[in-house]
């Protein structure tokens, strides 16, 4: 890894032959609340959609035609109260298509779609304005389709009301029909004139070529104190239980549970072994309880959320089986708490988590996502991570068990199972 | 061992036929995990044929691919195959679509005892009563969530319109019925028919010594005694391009309907490279008709006929193809009639030479792209074998298509051929 400043802005180069494409990342650090996430998430539409030059999706998709299928995008996604919008351009390498221009060429379109977007003094352009507001309102609406995320986004709100684990990066309704053009032009011009930009590039390609590419780059980029994660504590309460009803055939069982655990904590990594072994793999005690020894579900597993300090158990059951379901994994918790390890699943959980981690190497966006995650933490490669998993031991995993508290248990049920 | 490089794409493929039958291939990558498929040519369509050492037809329940694959994990000593290899340190899993069942591997280190763990719990089955019976418990939970997916119901709808008796309008899964029915006995026949080596691909692709791995396949399967390799017989259906459905209309707990509109392709009988061809040749054609870069799609836009989801695509095989154009729409009368006019329409076109070079250069590009990802490579390598050509050769196989090429489909849009499904929100 090689790390070099252009125009003040820190660089990171991962130089590799693995790869047949060459990918940027310049991405801008800001603060992510209630009040601006839609206004993020419309913006990385629009800006991803058109440019001045660029004014139509026919002449923005003739453009990376031409560029052999470029990818362009920007985006936008929440680390707690951060926020990070990431502009990507991803090229095939030019030897394989013997083609001397298309480094520069895919460069300007990069740096066109960051700098120029498509605006005229009213802000944004109206008509491009109003498709992707329709399309973001039809986003907001679809969740109610999803039954899974729905069923996630359900309990979130129920756990924490008023808490960023409630605010959607994909937006609200409500904050929509609040955004006009001007106002979202204003957004943009804050974006780039006061977040704190970094670019990080991978591919067989040398900091010499990069540099003279993106030297014009300008950012103020000032330097600001970020919030990547909770440090809120959280004590046990009485566990509540909702339930919602549609008409669906399968029953989506949430289980939220808080720790006071984020990536920062000396409990990190024992924590994420811990939900491995608890429900984060094939052969956890989740999966071989409620699917192999009880056929309660076909899908069932949790996941981890150190940003927010959450762990999340979900299942697809019958839901008549949901007392059932829901005795079993906590009873399972229980068992860890009570120091009954499984020392073998211990190992095959740091194996798998390990052999995850090497994998992230092996793709340009997954590489370049984790090093810019870990950028705002402490700073570990995955080697390092890798390391520190394998010293985990069986009380480690206790105590991290022992920092996991159910909050509430969401379900959502289909009508004719409502009163099971 | 046959070593074969491709100097377009930067690859080497290593590959053999083994006495037995088995085909072997490898690409070594220098990645930190390595990609392993065994596969089978055994999917969800068929469900009549010859079983080995037999010499009559036999009928056999749906979903049977599907439910075998879950049972191949179940080993003889009660242990479960995901959970040996995870206890190696890999990753396991498995699919089954119309064509293929698909054993996969994913490791990062032990890599020799995965690939010999893999080869081994394919090829041992071990069925009982008990558990069989336990296993419908978990695919009807399975069946159970797809049911409550529009993306899922939208895409069977259409494919029970488009075809009155190809087994590939049924769900992979099966029904609740067919699985409910299915036995230990059909289970060890389908096994003994299909998983025969001559009837199978092995392929390995990452951070391998591919001399190294060839041996280690070869010793693996030298000690496995199997009956003599024979093709399998079974009897596949084929139909001509009208449609069997018109139009069809289901309701779910949604908030926006969902439409997808079908064109049904007529069987052709393909030699080697040409069902690719064809293949490509309608992804370009449909690309130049509703792809980000026509009037067309501003227009399905402007009009507000399409709200999200929009897509288009093809599916090819020996056996059936069809088309399908789909999205989330208010308007979905308005959204239908659109649709089918544009299809009908390329009843007689005429191609723009400039976009079509465009379409071209980014097919290209987004080809050499996908050879970033082992996924693409391993089962690239078994999609393109199974459709008799060689996913090395695509490049090529590109550059040779000439507009005037597409003229051939022309005589595909046609009316009978067409047909529609909708989701409509309950009310």
Redesign the interface.
Known sequence: MEKFEINNIETTLIKT?????ITFFVVLFGDFTKENATQRNLLAKLLQSTTKNYP???A???K????????IFANSFPMYKTNLTVFGL???NPS??QDDVLLNEAISFFKEMIFNPNVDENGFNLNEFN?KK??LR??I??I????TTYAFNRLLEIMGPDEIINVNSLGTLEDLEKITPESLKEFYDNLIKNEMAKIYVTGDIDQDVIIPLLNDLNFSNQRRELEPSSKETYTAKEVRQVSDT?????AQLMMGFRTNTNALDELYVPMAVFNMMFGG???SDLFRVV??EN?????VGSSIFFDNRLLIVSA???AKNYELATDLIIKELEEYKQGKVDS?LL??AK??L???L??T????FSNLTFIIKNSLLKNYSSEDIIELVKQVTVEDIVKASRDVELDVIYCLKGEENGSN | MEVIRYNEIDETVYTETLENGLQVLIVPKNYNKTYAAFVTKFGSTINRFIPIGSDDYITIPLGIAHFLEHKMFEMKDGTDAGNLLANLGADANAFTDYGQTAYITTSTSNTNEVLNLLLDYVQEPFFNDENVKKEQGIIIQELMMYMDKPGSRIHLGLLQNLFYKNPIREDIVGTVDSIKSITKEILYTCHETFYHPSNMMFVVVGNVNPEEIMDLVRNNQGKKQFPEQQDVVKEMIVEDNRVFKKTDTIKMDIVMPKVAVGLKLPFKEYGPDNLIIEDTKIKILLELTFGSSTQTYQELLDLELINTGFSYSVYLDDYCGYIKVQANTFKVEEFKEYIKDKLLNLANFEIDIEAFEKIKKALLGSFIKAFNNLEFIAHGIIDYKFKNSNLFKTIELISNIKVEDLNTLKEYFVNKAITDFTILPKA
């Open positions: 032959n693995k790869f047949k494409t139509t999706k026919k923005v998709a003739n990376l035609f031409d560029l052999y299928d470029a990818n991803q090229i095939v394989f298509v498709e329709r399309n039809d986003n609406n679809n109610y389709n999803n039954k549609q008409n669906i055939n399968q793999m094939v052969s699917r192999e056929s309660l579900a076909y899908s697809g059951i019958d073998d190992q095959v194996d798998n390990n052999s995850s090497s994998e190497a092996d793709d340009p």
